[in-house]
Structures are given as C-alpha cells and as structure tokens.
C-alpha cells in the first residue's frame, strides 16, 4: 500500500513538501506476495487431501465408536462376528461360538493348537490334517458330558471306561496276547462262540 500524501495550499503561501525518506511501503508486494499465496493454497489443497484420506481408511475399515468391522469391544473382551481370516498366530485364553451355532476353524493344510506352559514350551499339540489327526501329549482323554472319562490313553495304558464295550464288525475283535476279564456274556437269545 502506497501512503500518498496530498498537501492543499492557498495561492500565495509556499509550503515545503515533505522529503520521500519519510513515506515506507507497507506490505509485501511482487513476488514475496505471489509465493505466500501459493504456499497457502498448498497447504489447504493438503489439508483438504489429509481429510478425505482419513475419512477413506475410517469407511473402508468399518471404524466405529465400538470397534472395527467384525470386530467388537464388549466389556467380557473381543467379539468377533461373521468370517474372520488370520493371517498369523491367533493367542486367547478362551474362544467361543454363538449359542445357536457352532465353531468353524477351516485351513488349506492343517489345524494346530498348541497349549503351551508359563515358559512358552509347548506340552501338548492337537494337529487336525487332510488324512489324519494327530496328538502330541502326556495323556489323551475323552470324557462324556457328565465329565466321566470315556477314552484315556497314555504312555503306559489305553483305558475304556464305558459300562459297556461292544465291538461290532465281520471279524469282531482281534487280541494277539491273552485277555482277560470278569465276565463274558453273549447277547439276549443268542449262542456265544
């Protein structure tokens, strides 16, 4: 901005016109001024870019107040609903299905879990494959619903605690050693051989 200074005088009088060292531009012109807009208008088309970035990555990732996507923050834990992949090591204390569904765990190779002691070795290996479930362990259990053991199988012994065994098949049952047992009894109206 130029400072103009405009003096009126009377015919006859003489003034002195003040001296130009006096009058100062104020402002910043040329290109300074040039510079200054465009780095504004920089920072506002990054400003405006930065905004609709982070309201992309909120609606793609399904954020919301109570989580992200499936995934839920409940006051028991996590809940995760719907189909989940995971692409590394899933670590829980405990995973549970929906009451009126069941668990899925589905893999192209195998399933592995591992229960691991307070020193992170692992004591016990269930791996379910393609052609063969394997278990790696002290003792193998089964139980019936009422915890009563069913199936137990460890180093030494392979115990069937049912109140009944019955083995069907063409052949029955084949022992190779002798066997013994405190009763032996045929089926009701039947010949035992």
Known sequence: MVREQYTTTTPGTSLERPKNEYVYKIGI???????????????????????SLTIWILKVMWFSPTGMGHLRVTKEGLRLEGESEFLFPLYAKEIHSRVDSSLLLQSTHNVTVNARNSNGEVTGRLNVGPK???FHGQQFQINSKDGKPLFTVDENEVVIGTDK???TGPEGALFEHSVET????????????
């Open 29 to 51: 012109y040329g290109w300074r001024k040039r510079c200054l807009y465009l780095f504004v208008l920089l920072l506002l088309v990054i400003l405006v870019v930065n905004f």
């Open 132 to 134: 063969m479930v394997e």
């Open 182 to 193: 405190p009763l032996v009894k045929a089926e009701a109206f039947k010949q035992l051989r």
């Open 165 to 167: 065994l019955r083995v």
